[in-house]
């Protein structure tokens, strides 16, 4: 009997050996991430995207002040068209980065034409994401860029914001819409 628990305890402890620990869960570091709460914040976040742009299409600014910039521009770097395309749902927020982006497109030295022909589509889309955790509800959006050429990706632009507030989340829905059957005589 004492060599069978013998064994028995040998081969236990055998098998706990070939077993591999099964992973533990851990949280990801600390980081931070922009809250938009004003119109100005969306008026950064189209500053974001004109500077990723410029960097990615004509080239990197070399930390030059904007006259200085725009003057490179116009000597030395290429010229680029783009057009902004309306997003696929439209929005108040939608719209408002539509015209910010184009400002500050113009203001790099890109030409931005409303000819859907006319240059390099510039597609964006915002998505919201909400998540509703113990104690608290968490609005986020996401923004993904694209400037496409045919139906290749020439560059593509993605960042995530948190929303402060709930006002800015309705904001970002697309619009209401009815669909209306008109039944003839």
């Known amino acids: ?5 013998a064994l028995l305890v040998i081969l236990c402890l055998g098998l706990g050996a070939c077993t591999t620990p099964m992973p533990v869960e851990t949280g990801y570091p600390l980081t931070y991430q922009q809250k938009m709460q004003s119109a ?3 008026d950064v976040m189209a500053t974001d995207v004109a500077n990723w742009l410029q960097d990615a299409l004509i080239g990197p600014s070399s930390g030059q002040d904007e006259n200085q910039q725009q003057a ?20 108040p927020a ?28 510039v597609s964006y889309d915002l998505q919201v994401v909400t998540d509703r955790l113990p104690n608290n509800t968490k609005d986020e959006v996401i923004l993904n860029v694209s400037v496409m050429n045919a139906e290749r990706y020439l560059i593509r ?15 970002m829905q697309p619009s209401a819409s009815r669909i209306m059957e008109v039944v003839g005589p």
């Open 157 to 171: 632009y993605s960042n995530i914001y948190y929303v402060g507030d709930k006002s800015q989340y309705v904001a």
């Open 72 to 91: 490179a521009v116009a000597d030395d770097r290429p010229i680029v068209t783009l057009y902004i395309q309306e997003p696929r749902y439209a929005s």
């Open 40 to 42: 100005h914040h969306w």
């Open 1 to 5: 009997m004492k060599i069978s628990y």
């Open 94 to 121: 939608g719209e408002a980065f539509s015209k910010l982006l184009a400002t500050h497109l113009v203001e790099r030295g890109f030409i931005v034409t409303t000819n859907p022909s006319g240059g390099l589509p």
